[in-house]
């Protein structure tokens, strides 16, 4: 039987806990194509990471993005040059969303010496300082805490940047979680909380496993405010985005933004995600897929469907490239076993 299940309110309409998500602002055609753009590039990307594990040719844990693209890619579109990005294992979106180059991404997914940690990391540990993005970690609800040392080190030297921690419904029931928002609020601190709400964590639905289903709502004994957002939609996550970074940027400390979402694979690629029924995976896929949302909204403002598979072909060249790097580009050298590891 398939575990009871929260709505996700597209913009305009009443959340599962009542309240109402005011319909977001339009974007302009430039916009529009922007997260288009990099949506498919991170929808493209996911599907051929789950071809290659499907080979064999990546290992160990691979937890795919698809469903969830409209949040990093609007809440990129809030930040400016300097901002920080920190997330879980479900990271592969965020990195490109970043700007991270896909064939160091791929690279690193097949252990090879072009990745981004250069073979040694893996899917979970990636990380790249010139573009701001501190990881990709495994162990759940880490990146909170290390997230708001971001955030920290921001008000420690007196510049106007602000982190962003990713995490999901089940990270929010970690304890670091909860110290790091009392840390926060208490000295003010530059961080968004985005926890991304895919209903399900590693398989368990939030109606089960948390007293309080409404995320915005886990910082109000901290007098940390949080708004519950259509995470589906792109345009209301960067309105959420601006928002929240506004907010820090302004000093008045942290945010939290609950970005109500659905990933349409399991868990991690070893999971067959029996706890809930095909429908229900449909349903959510033709009603309210971020990426076909952008696209009816252009094909309704005259572009043509040659237009935008001309996008979808760039992309996928841009993808297939990065496989083929990542499956011909050198193993790392066993001298490098224990070269930048901290000991």
């Not at 030297?157 to 928002?181: C, I, K, M, T």
Request: with cysteine; hydrophobic share 35%.
């Amino acid at each position: 039987m398939a575990a009871p299940k929260k709505s996700v309110a597209p913009a305009g309409q009443a959340t599962g806990n009542g309240a109402t998500q005011p319909s977001p602002p339009d974007f302009n055609r430039d916009q529009e194509l922007h997260a288009l753009r990099d949506m498919l590039l991170i929808r493209r990307f996911e599907e051929k990471a789950g071809q290659l594990y499907g080979m064999g040719a990546i290992g160990g844990f691979c937890h795919l993005y698809i469903g969830q693209e409209a949040i990093v890619v609007g809440m990129q579109m809030a930040l400016k040059d300097g901002d920080q990005v920190i997330t879980g294992y479900r990271d592969h979106g965020h990195m490109l969303a970043c700007g991270m180059d896909a064939k160091g991404v791929m690279a690193e997914l097949t252990g090879r010496h072009g990745g981004y940690s250069k073979g040694k990391g893996g899917s979970m540990h990636m990380f790249s300082k010139e573009k701001n993005f501190y990881g990709g970690h495994g162990i759940v609800g880490a990146q909170v805490s290390l997230g708001t040392g971001l955030a920290f080190a921001n008000r420690y030297r007196g510049n106007d940047f602000v982190s962003l921690a990713y995490f999901g419904d089940g990270a929010s029931n970690q304890g670091q979680v909860y110290e790091s928002f009392n840390m926060a609020e208490l000295w003010k601190l530059p961080v968004v909380y985005v926890i991304e709400n895919n209903r399900y964590a590693m398989g368990t639905s939030v109606t089960r496993s948390s007293a309080q289903t409404d995320f915005s709502k886990r910082g109000i004994s901290f007098n940390i405010p949080g708004e519950q957002v259509d995470g589906m939609d792109v345009r209301a996550v960067k309105a959420a985005g601006d928002k929240a970074v506004a907010w820090c940027r302004a000093g008045k400390g942290p945010y939290i933004l609950e970005m109500q979402t659905y990933r349409y694979r399991g868990h991690s690629m070893s999971d067959p995600a029996k706890y809930r029924t095909r429908e229900e995976v449909d349903k959510v896929r033709h009603d309210q897929d971020p990426i076909e949302q952008v696209r009816n909204r252009l094909l309704a403002e005259k572009m043509t469907e040659q237009d935008l598979k001309a996008i979808d072909a760039e992309v996928r060249d841009i993808v297939n490239a990065a496989a083929d790097f990542a499956q011909h580009d050198a193993e790392p050298d066993a001298s490098e076993l224990y070269t930048d590891v901290y000991r």
